[in-house]
C-alpha cells in the first residue's frame, strides 16, 4: 500500500471519501493484527485499569501510523485524529457498544476540508473488539452539524449519546 503523501501526491484522493476509503483500507488490513499481537496486554488492563485503558491502548496502536501520515501529508485534525473521548459519543448494548469520535480535516492554511468519523465497536463485559473499527467521511465541519450528522449515521435519536 501506497503512503498516504504519495496517494496525495499522484493525485488519488482527493476528496473526504476518497481519504476516508485509504484509511479504511489501512484499517482493514491492520486492526485485527494490532488486535492478536497485544492482545494479552490488552486484557491486562482491561482487568487491572478498565475499559478505557485497554480500548484507548488498542486505539493508539492501530490509529498513530494514520496520524502520523496525515500529518505527514500536510492535513491537519482537530482534535487529534481519530478524535477524542470527551467529544465523542458511544451507543449499544454493552457488549456490543460503538464509540463515535471524530476530528475535523484541514490543509494547514485552509479552511476545513470535512471531518472524519471513527466508529469503534467493542465490548463493556470483557475486552473484545467483535468487528474492525468503521471510518466515514462528513462535509460538515462544526460541532453541532457534526453531532447531528453522527447520531443520523449511528441510526440514533438527537441527544442520545453518552
Known amino acids: 500500500m501506497s503512503s498516504l503523501e504519495e496517494v496525495l501526491a499522484a493525485g488519488g484522493i482527493g ?22 499481537d497485544n492482545q494479552e496486554e ?39 485524529f481519530p478524535g477524542t473521548l470527551t467529544t465523542s459519543r458511544e451507543w449499544g448494548p454493552p457488549e456490543m457498544r460503538e464509540r463515535w469520535m471524530w476530528s475535523v480535516v484541514r490543509l494547514a492554511q485552509g479552511p476545513p476540508l470535512g471531518t472524519l468519523v471513527v466508529r469503534l465497536p467493542h465490548d463493556h463485559t470483557r475486552f473484545a473488539l467483535p468487528r474492525p473499527p468503521g471510518i466515514l467521511a462528513l462535509v460538515e465541519t462544526d460541532g453541532a452539524s457534526i453531532l447531528r450528522a453522527v447520531e443520523r449515521a449511528a441510526g440514533q435519536p438527537a441527544g442520545s449519546g453518552e
Do not use: K, N, S
Request: with cysteine.
Open 42 to 80: 490488552f486484557v491486562r488492563l482491561y482487568e487491572r485499569a478498565g475499559e478505557g485503558a485497554a480500548y484507548g491502548t488498542y486505539a493508539q496502536r492501530l490509529f498513530r501510523p494514520l496520524r502520523e501520515e496525515l500529518t505527514g501529508a500536510g492535513l491537519l485534525c482537530t482534535p487529534a
Open 15 to 36: 476528496t473526504m471519501p476518497g481519504l476516508a476509503a485509504y484509511l479504511r483500507r489501512f484499517i482493514d488490513d491492520h486492526w485485527h493484527a494490532v488486535l492478536l
